[in-house]
């Protein structure tokens, strides 16, 4: 039987792609006094505003909102996790069984941004070879196996596989959000882009829509390669 050390997973391309996808599902089970980790692949060199150190404070900040009391910062290429995929899956499978955790969290493909769907990749390959006791034995723990690894929305909306109702922590998900100032503000020399036109907008009127279909006020949407198993129907369904 293995034991967790941790909850959750949540791993993104960019300081900031957790935070957008499923800041309301972290900051609900911080609030329940859950462990999470929050894992950035790449410090996101290229973005078009801000510098690679304001926006590590601005990272730094939203966990702290978020409740989240670890990150992982590693440094893979913005825009190079293709060429960097197996060192990638390597550093994930290490950290899977370090922190051991319950579930993971990725990007979905469906995104316009690539990162994003290779993020998604490396870490499901990255959660099968953990569970194999001779892939890296030298270098890391003992093989570990999640319990599912389901996969966060950043940008699109396609219709997700279920939702968590974010109704309670939508507001602390937001201020967390408002953390990245050189991401979603407009300043007078920001290069216009679009997350500091209209996204945060955007993102609520998806989480709202969302939370109508399941009658609730807001939701977060994720999706999964398996049907997920659940525990208990009448508990697990809120209208
Ligand atoms: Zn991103």
């Given at each position: 039987m293995m034991s967790f050390n941790y909850d959750i997973m949540a791993v993104g391309a960019h300081p900031d792609d957790v935070e957008i996808g499923m800041g309301g599902t972290i900051a609900k089970y911080s609030r329940l006094d859950k462990k999470v980790v929050?894992?950035?692949?790449?410090?996101?060199e290229l973005s078009s505003n801000g510098t690679v150190e304001t926006r590590q404070?601005?990272?730094?900040?939203?966990?702290?909102?978020?409740?989240?009391?670890t990150?992982?910062?590693?440094?893979?290429?913005?825009?190079?996790?293709?060429?960097?995929r197996q060192k990638a899956i390597d550093e994930i499978v290490k950290l899977i069984r370090h922190y051991r955790?319950?579930?993971?969290?990725?990007?979905?493909?469906?995104?316009r941004h690539p990162d994003h769907g290779h993020c998604g990749d490396i870490c499901?390959?990255?959660?099968?070879?953990?569970?194999?006791?001779?892939?890296l034995p030298q270098e890391s723990n003992d093989r570990f196996q999640v319990q599912a690894l389901y996969y966060y929305q950043i940008n699109g909306s396609s219709q997700p596989d279920f939702?968590?109702?974010?109704?309670?922590?939508k507001e602390t998900k937001y201020s967390a959000l408002a953390c990245f100032k050189s991401q979603f503000n407009n300043e007078?020399?920001?290069?216009k882009t679009p997350l500091n036109s209209g996204y945060i907008d955007l993102l609520q009127a998806r989480e709202q829509l969302l939370g109508s279909e399941a009658g609730t006020i807001?939701?977060?949407?994720?999706?999964?390669?398996?049907?997920?198993?659940?525990h208990d129907l009448l508990g697990d369904i809120i209208k």
């Amino acid at each position: 039987m293995m034991s967790f050390n941790y909850d959750i997973m949540a791993v993104g391309a960019h300081p900031d792609d957790v935070e957008i996808g499923m800041g309301g599902t972290i900051a609900k089970y911080s609030r329940l006094d859950k462990k999470v980790v929050i894992i950035n692949l790449t410090e996101a060199e290229l973005s078009s505003n801000g510098t690679v150190e304001t926006r590590q404070k601005e990272a730094e900040k939203a966990c702290e909102r978020l409740g989240v009391q670890t990150r992982v910062q590693l440094r893979f290429p913005d825009r190079g996790l293709l060429e960097s995929r197996q060192k990638a899956i390597d550093e994930i499978v290490k950290l899977i069984r370090h922190y051991r955790p319950r579930l993971v969290f990725a990007p979905f493909h469906q995104d316009r941004h690539p990162d994003h769907g290779h993020c998604g990749d490396i870490c499901r390959e990255a959660v099968f070879s953990a569970t194999i006791k001779k892939y890296l034995p030298q270098e890391s723990n003992d093989r570990f196996q999640v319990q599912a690894l389901y996969y966060y929305q950043i940008n699109g909306s396609s219709q997700p596989d279920f939702l968590i109702d974010i109704s309670d922590d939508k507001e602390t998900k937001y201020s967390a959000l408002a953390c990245f100032k050189s991401q979603f503000n407009n300043e007078t020399n920001s290069l216009k882009t679009p997350l500091n036109s209209g996204y945060i907008d955007l993102l609520q009127a998806r989480e709202q829509l969302l939370g109508s279909e399941a009658g609730t006020i807001a939701a977060e949407g994720f999706f999964c390669e398996k049907p997920p198993l659940i525990h208990d129907l009448l508990g697990d369904i809120i209208k």
